[in-house]
């Protein structure tokens, strides 16, 4: 049998912390995206100006700069705001904040060209059916329009997620306590980089493969009305 | 703000960046000719070549790039048999370190852009080499190869905009790349905002110049299609 020098416990600890990060970025970068597509569909020039600015650079840049950049640059940009109102006290972004920042930004770019091809796909027909019968706009999104693209972008979102679940390890380098920085910690007492890496290796993967199952029945759920063709 | 800062450390940013495309360009060059093979084997009829490539895509595809950078730069380490033999020169160097684990990684991903591409192909271009009288060796090579390699194309691009990205990883092994160059930069100036967005913009421009490279080979490598646009599936 494998021997973790016990600290397979502190693996798991980890493992944890990973889960938790992956799906608040989830929930930010879901929130961005749909707001991203909104902006590109809208027929806002401005709002349509911010939403490209936004999907191109934070494209365009590792998500490890984007990281760095929101650990470390977060701090001074809120001090600076905040001492417009007065208030001087010190004001520190943690890790995990700053991950779900990070992470959520780029999981809303990548997430806000999948809504828009999903909203785009809907039929220039129903929006009008909807009208017809009386539903206002709040409720047209909530009945006819959101269930489908949740359809449509299943499979995108899907493989957006298998993404953002490895980039959560990047945040492991400006010091949250996920799965790499535990094995990194193991690796420092035990001198053992090989044994614990791959361990970790090894949790990724599992985590991996539960998702691809979860989005596989996610998305035979959110098909159940559909004919295969 | 301070622009100042930039402008004086702008020199040595750039020389970030070109550690940055010496990586990318290394990388993207070897993964493409790993994959190549790696994508014929995928595709082939016995279950038991397939299952090899299906294993190494799906390792490489299912764990972090940093994890993978790690497993080869502490990892190889563990073992005394690697610190004896020849290759502990080429394993000591976290330059030659990081080429590994993005070659091995871009290659699982191109492999897996080869073989969709190479499945794409109609099954009646096949059948027409057939009856022409090719070899296998003559309808991949005259046929299905040039075929594939005007329809990865776009998927390619991504995959080295991807590569492009995925490099800043190599600060982590203490490579002095363009993001390692900005983190020894403000480790002396403070300045992380500036410094950052600097490289940012760096990593921007190289991603619009390799855009608009693979823009114009797309458009030659598929001239005789006219203004028709293939449609290649987007990766995750």
């Not at chain 1, 950049?69 to 705001?81: K, N, R, W």
């Not at chain 2, 070659?103 to 009856?131: D, H, M, W």
């Not at chain 2, 982590?172 to 790349?177: A, M, N």
């Not at chain 2, 990593?203 to 290649?232: C, D």
Request: charged share 15%; proline share 4%.
């Amino acid at each position: 049998m494998i021997d973790l020098h016990g600290f397979g416990n502190q693996l798991l600890q980890g493992a944890v912390i990973t889960v938790e990060l992956a799906f608040a970025s989830l929930i930010v970068g879901l929130i961005l995206g749909l707001l991203g597509a909104s902006a590109k569909l809208s027929s806002i020039k401005a709002l349509q100006w911010i939403a490209n600015a936004y999907t191109t650079i934070i494209r365009g840049i590792p998500e490890l700069l984007t990281v760095l950049i929101i650990y470390f640059g977060a701090t001074s940009v809120l001090m600076s705001v905040a001492s417009l109102f007065g208030y001087e006290e010190y004001i520190e972004i943690g890790p995990f904040v700053a991950g779900v920042t990070a992470l959520g930004l780029t999981f809303g770019a990548y997430a806000t060209e999948v809504f828009r091809g999903a909203l785009q796909s809907i039929p220039k027909g129903q929006h009008e059916a909807a009208v017809a019968l009386g539903m206002g706009n709040v409720r047209k999104f909530y009945r006819i329009i959101l269930p489908q693209v949740w359809r449509m972008a299943l499979p995108g979102l899907g493989n957006l997620f298998l993404v953002l679940l490895k980039d959560t390890a990047l945040v492991s380098v400006v010091g949250l306590d996920d799965i790499m920085r535990k094995a990194s910690i193991a690796v420092s007492s035990t001198k053992e980089p090989f044994l614990f890496y791959s361990a970790a290796a090894c949790m990724y993967l599992i985590l991996t493969i539960i998702s691809m199952v979860a989005v596989h029945y996610m998305e035979k759920k959110a098909s159940r009305g559909i004919k295969r063709t | 703000m301070e622009l100042s800062v930039v402008i004086s450390y702008f020199p040595r940013l750039l020389d970030g960046a070109w550690v940055t495309l010496q990586l990318v360009i290394l990388s993207i060059v070897l993964g493409a000719i790993f994959a190549l093979p790696i994508a014929l084997a995928r595709i082939s009829s016995s279950p038991f070549v397939r299952v090899f490539p299906f294993l190494y895509i799906f390792f490489f595809r299912g764990t972090p790039l940093l994890v993978q950078i790690f497993l080869v730069y502490y990892g190889a380490s563990q073992f005394e048999v690697v610190k004896e033999s020849v290759f502990w020169p080429i394993l000591r160097e976290p330059f030659w370190c990081a080429i590994i684990a993005f070659t091995l990684n871009t290659s699982a991903y191109t492999a897996e852009i080869f073989r969709g591409a190479i499945q794409a192909i109609p099954v009646g271009e096949v059948e027409a080499c057939k009856v022409v009288g090719m070899t296998r060796f003559q309808m991949y090579r005259r046929v299905l190869l040039p075929r594939a390699f005007g329809i990865v194309l776009p998927a390619y691009g991504n995959e080295i905009i991807l590569m492009l990205k995925g490099s800043a990883l190599a600060s982590t092994i203490t490579l002095l790349d363009l993001t390692g160059m900005a983190r020894t930069i403000i480790a002396r100036t403070y300045t992380p905002i500036e410094i950052f967005m600097a490289a940012g913009v760096i990593y921007l421009v190289i991603s619009m110049v390799v855009i608009a490279i693979f823009k114009q080979v797309e458009k030659r490598q598929n001239r005789y299609l006219g203004p028709i646009v293939i449609k290649v599936p987007e990766k995750g």
